[in-house]
């Protein structure tokens, strides 16, 4: 976990020494932000149980990040995967929990969890769940094979969501949701539906939706991994979806517009300079606090090349207004590496990163 104080111009490592690393999730509760909660555990892969990266299940801060300590009632197997962490917008005692096998509940902070729905099969995995920004009776869940549910007694109790097929089988129909929080009867939701890519809208909380895209396959066949979902906070009709690319739509999703190219990080002309854009493999995309589409459109967006911002999401485009905030930001996966015992240079390959070398200060 890192910390950024400065708007990301640096980054400051929290805790190292977690029992676990694989940071998947982190939520703050509005009214009590000292306090976060951060969900491990790593399985946005091709739909096999047991795959990726094995969490320990829920850790705590209580500090603003400087401290973090394991929830012991999230030590078992059940929260090997972490999905989603959503708190109350009222009442910062109660969590949700996007499990590999289904829903969990916290009515005490994270002490105590109640399972409060069980997936039919590994096929039904739960990736997403959000309260309502404003009511906390309201809830919406999302996950594999086409799952969207609704909960109307603040996540005790889930109801099928209609209008997104269900039943798509393994390996696809990944199914991301967003409230629109100025208007939270609205909510959007991102199906992967190989071989397309489908952006539903609700219109009363998410009990029901409405196709309302499916000509752009904005997932590039990627929605499995990396499916990202924003919905402005002041405006009900402007949408940003994104896989390894992301779209644009200021019309409720009837058109989309492709804003980044990952192509540009990596290829261009001979003779020209590269061109900056956003990385590829979008994962979160995330809002300015004082975000208003007005005086202050900034947005951030987390990818496989770690963290992008613009300061105009309105006029952001493949190769303007983009730029990067990895600045001592130490994510980076790599794969394998071979060191120099006489020079201690390093040289390492990583994720869709490229291949790093370090020499040390003199070298």
């Not at 969490?55 to 400087?66: I, R």
């Not at 099928?160 to 097929?165: D, S």
């Not at 499916?227 to 200021?250: C, E, F, K, M, Q």
């Amino acid at each position: 976990i890192f910390k950024s104080t400065n708007g990301g111009a640096s980054w400051t490592h929290l805790d190292d020494f977690m029992s676990n690393l694989a940071v998947s999730t982190l939520v703050a509760h509005p009214s009590a932000p000292g306090t976060l909660y951060a969900g491990t555990g790593e399985s946005f892969t091709y739909n096999v149980v047991g795959a990726g990266n094995r969490g320990a299940g829920v850790f705590k801060s209580t500090d603003g990040g400087a401290t973090w300590a394991q929830l012991p009632s999230t030590a078992g197997s059940v929260f090997d995967f972490v999905n989603r962490l959503a708190v109350h917008p009222v009442d910062p005692q109660i969590l949700l929990a996007a499990l590999e096998d289904g829903i969990m509940r916290s009515e005490d902070a994270g002490a105590s969890w109640t399972l409060v729905y069980q997936s039919a099969s590994h096929l039904d995995e739960l990736k997403d769940v959000d309260f309502d920004p404003v009511d906390g009776n309201k809830a919406v869940a999302s996950g594999e094979n086409g799952l969207a549910l609704y909960s109307v007694d603040g996540g005790v109790t889930w109801e099928a969501a209609t209008g997104i097929p269900g039943g798509i089988g393994s390996g696809s129909g990944r199914l991301e949701v967003a409230y629109a929080a100025g208007n939270p009867a609205v909510v959007y939701a991102s199906l992967d539906h190989p071989p397309a890519s489908e952006l539903y809208r609700s219109e009363d909380g998410g009990h029901s939706y409405t196709l309302v895209h499916s000509a752009t396959d904005y997932l590039a066949s990627q929605g499995w991994y990396d499916n990202a979902l924003w919905v402005s906070p002041v405006d009900d009709a402007h949408v940003i979806v994104g896989g390894v690319d992301l779209y644009r739509s200021t019309d409720s999703g009837a058109t989309l517009t492709k804003i980044s190219d990952w192509t540009r990080n990596y290829f261009f002309v001979r003779g020209e300079a590269p061109t900056n854009s956003a990385h590829a493999d979008h994962h979160v995309i995330v809002s300015h606090p004082g975000y208003d589409g007005a005086t202050n459109k900034t947005v951030f967006f987390g990818n496989d090349g770690g963290i992008a911002k613009t300061l105009d999401v309105l006029a952001v485009a493949p190769t303007t207004g983009w730029q990067e905030l990895n600045n001592n930001l130490g994510i980076t996966q790599f794969y394998g590496a071979a060191a120099n015992p006489a020079t201690d240079t390093i040289i390492g390959g990583t994720q869709d990163n490229g291949t790093l070398r370090y020499t040390p200060a003199g070298g």
